[in-house]
């Protein structure tokens, strides 16, 4: 399975009392799948997925998998901090459908490099689909060296990774190991441009939620118009401004509540920010939406 395109990360819509808002997450995805999409990344941060219970993430996972009916790829995020836990919310994803699964490094208990290896290595012999896994030290905690990533890259069942460093040093490291079976992915919007540069095939979007088109586009145009892909992306700088004003998904989600598409409704502790951020947001949209 190679990763290629645009992957959206797609969010959870709720309704006012909290509860998911099933009718609302069918029209997010038929939006996805009429505009472009690649795949979509499902139960990941975006989706708040660490705030969902069991029942709430297979709910979800039956919809979208019936709805997309296998028109494109589906990735499900994986939160569980052990590895027997991560086991077996692996194996429900199979059931559940999904293609892939995303894997951060356990969060909060910090382990070490001998410890992340231990804990990819024993899913992926235990995982049905393959595993991509997700460096993202702001929020776990800890980051997957390259020594680390380096053993893990040549593992069968583990076919790529999420980058979402912001130490440029340490993704130029990473890209080395990128190859026909082993896909460099950006996980962040803004630097989407670097790391197509360095050989990444794929992005796992935010902004995705409301133009996978285009980033489908610029990921598309770069091999052959670097220049064309950049003038693409600058149409997205407003948004990228707006997106790190406020913990994610909260930026994404009052956007799209600005664009009439959801209400800007999450799970607590999350919540909508305060009326100065809201109103750079707000300003920064507008931009956009006149350019």
Do not use: W
Not at 116 to 136: D, T
Request: hydrophobic fraction near 40%; aromatic fraction near 6%.
């Amino acid at each position: 399975m190679k990763i290629t395109g645009n992957y959206t990360a797609l969010i959870t819509p709720f309704k006012r009392n909290g509860d998911i808002d099933f009718n609302k997450l069918e029209e997010l995805v038929d939006f996805q799948l009429n505009n472009g999409t690649d795949g979509l990344v499902v139960l990941g941060a975006t989706g708040e997925a660490h705030l969902l219970d069991g029942y709430e993430k297979r709910k979800i996972m039956q919809l979208v998998v019936k709805k997309v009916n296998k028109r494109v790829p589906i990735i499900a995020g994986l939160t569980e901090t052990s590895t027997e836990a991560a086991i077996a919310e692996a194996h429900a994803r199979f059931i559940d459908g999904a293609d892939a699964l995303l894997v951060c490094a356990p969060s909060y208990v910090k382990p070490t490099q001998s410890g992340i290896i231990k804990h990819f290595l024993k899913l992926a012999e235990h995982s049905y689909i393959p595993i991509i896994i997700y460096n993202n030290p702001s929020r776990t905690g800890v980051n997957i060296d390259f020594s680390t990533m380096q053993q893990l890259s040549s593992r069968i069942n583990i076919i790529g990774v999420k980058e979402a460093s912001t130490d440029f040093n340490h993704i130029c490291k990473v890209a080395t190991l990128a190859n026909d079976t082993f896909s460099l992915i950006c996980g962040n919007d803004e630097f989407l441009l670097p790391l197509l540069s360095l050989g990444a095939t794929a992005s796992i979007s935010v902004i995705g939620n409301i133009m996978p088109d285009l980033v489908h586009d610029v990921i598309e145009t770069f091999p052959t118009s670097p220049k064309q892909a950049a003038e693409t992306y600058k149409y997205f700088k407003p948004l990228f401004d707006s997106l790190a004003l406020a913990p994610n998904p909260v930026g994404i989600k009052y956007i799209m509540q600005r664009l009439d598409m959801i209400k800007a409704t999450m799970k607590l502790p999350l919540c909508l920010p305060d009326r100065k951020v809201r109103s750079k947001i707000s300003k920064n949209l507008d931009l956009l939406l006149k350019s």
